[in-house]
């Protein structure tokens, strides 16, 4: 997988399963990119509140469609929701390579080690090697940095990885089983590490 620069933009970016589904719907009837860029500007397809937001959904989840092979579309359309959003999570870890390390390194390693719970502790500490290893990273400020952790536990929670907060900010991990088809997927296209990434092995 293309390793990219590190980046905050996942704070202004949400996961968008419904529009990323409607996207790859759209692909598969034959419209183009273009084709669909053109309906967001004429009919707001993904229902945002401004014109503005429909611009952002539009280029991020494009991008992240862009990312996957085309193959992918007729298995995510013919899969359950739960692989669904899995597909989804995939593309944006592929597209954003700090919220790919940080699932890594954090939650695959608290799968391999049995343990079931993510704390801010954990974000925190995170952060800090990243701070440590990137210029990049060093250079956020504080306040971007929580807005990531918060926008990394939402996204995972939406895509199944993550139970509710509880009452101490601890959340509780829920190892996915993957879809043979979509495990098949991800081997055949060379993303075997996702396999590990989401399923928590070495």
Known sequence: MERKPYSAGTVKF??????????????????SFVDIKKL?????????????????????????IKIL???????????DIATQKLFVLTAALLHDTLFFDFVYEVVRE?????SDELTDADIRIFFK??????????SFQDYTLRRLGACYKTQLYEAGLLE????????KIRKPILDIAFE????DHDLGIMVKTLTGVR
């Open 129 to 138: 090697n990243k701070q440590e290893q990137s210029e990049k990273v060093a």
């Open 184 to 187: 098949h997927w991800l081997y």
């Open 164 to 171: 509710s907060k509880r009452a101490n900010s601890t959340r």
């Open 110 to 114: 608290k799968m391999i080690l049995g």
């Open 14 to 31: 949400s996961f968008w399963f419904m529009e990323f589904r409607k996207t790859v719907q759209i692909l598969s009837e034959g419209k």
């Open 40 to 64: 967001n500007e004429e009919t707001n397809i993904y229902g945002a509140p401004t014109k503005l937001r429909a611009q952002q959904i539009y280029s991020t989840v494009t991008a992240r």
């Open 69 to 79: 092979d085309e193959s992918f579309y007729p298995i995510f359309l013919s899969s």
